[in-house]
């Protein structure tokens, strides 16, 4: 039977040295755990041993509940940590802190989310900065996050860009021109990218598969074959 790890700030230093110790247990339960703990009597003093495990942790279900726990703490503290992160050569670390952002939703946070970010080599890195963005975004800043949004478009695989049609679709109507010009890109994964985004943006119960197919499809026969080509299916059904 695991032990229940309880942690009460009043205890100080031992106390804490038995939190990160269990932080770092070679079982993900007991991590989990842990971190409930940690979170349900947050303790500023283990705010720098929480931010480092973030960075290090294998489990998604404890990076999650690592970035709650972070949460509870107080954002005056928690916050200018967690920037520092943001500039992290470690990639998790950076995915993580853009993560904890999004729980944390202090607006104020918008200015950290660099264009270096929004272009991260990395996918999921880059994929958690649309996403938060999305949401820390103030409305005079939304042409500008389309913008560089849109430049992202036909990147990496099926989830990547499926993470990019969601964050271009969550910002709404002001995305239409910059999607219609991308549609004409000479690139034809540009171009299908967009027309499956805008599909989406004008019907989200379209799903993505159906809309990128549908895209790749004008893109490969042009509009005007392509509709020709829908209207003599749908008069043979």
Not at 23 to 38: G, H, T
Not at 189 to 208: S, W
């Amino acid at each position: 039977m695991q032990e229940v790890v309880s942690i009460n700030p009043t205890n100080g230093t031992p106390q804490n040295a038995r939190a990160a110790d269990a932080l770092s247990a070679e079982d993900s339960s007991v991590r989990l755990q842990a971190a409930l703990a940690v979170g349900s009597n947050p303790d500023p003093g283990l705010l720098e041993t929480l931010v480092e495990r973030c960075a290090a942790e294998p489990d998604f279900f404890v990076r999650d509940m690592l970035s709650w726990t972070l949460t509870r703490l107080p954002p005056e503290i928690t916050l200018p940590r967690i920037r520092q992160e943001l500039s992290s050569e470690r990639t998790q670390a950076r995915s993580q802190a853009l993560h904890t952002l999004s729980k944390i939703g202090n607006k104020s946070a918008w200015a950290w989310i660099t264009r270096d970010l929004l272009r991260d080599a990395d996918d999921e890195v880059a994929r958690t900065a649309w996403r938060v963005a999305v949401v820390l975004v103030p409305e005079d800043e939304k042409k500008y996050l389309v913008d560089e949004l849109v430049m992202q478009l036909g990147r990496g695989d099926r989830n990547v860009q499926l993470s990019l049609s969601r964050a271009l679709v969550d910002l709404g109507d002001v995305t239409e021109p910059a999607l219609d010009k991308a549609a004409a890109s000479p690139d034809p994964a540009v171009a299908a990218h967009a027309r499956a985004t805008e599909l989406l943006r004008r019907n989200p119960e379209t799903g993505f598969d159906t809309a990128i197919d549908e895209a790749k499809r004008v893109v490969l026969l042009g509009p005007e074959r392509a509709e020709a080509a829908n209207a003599v299916e749908t008069a043979e059904c």
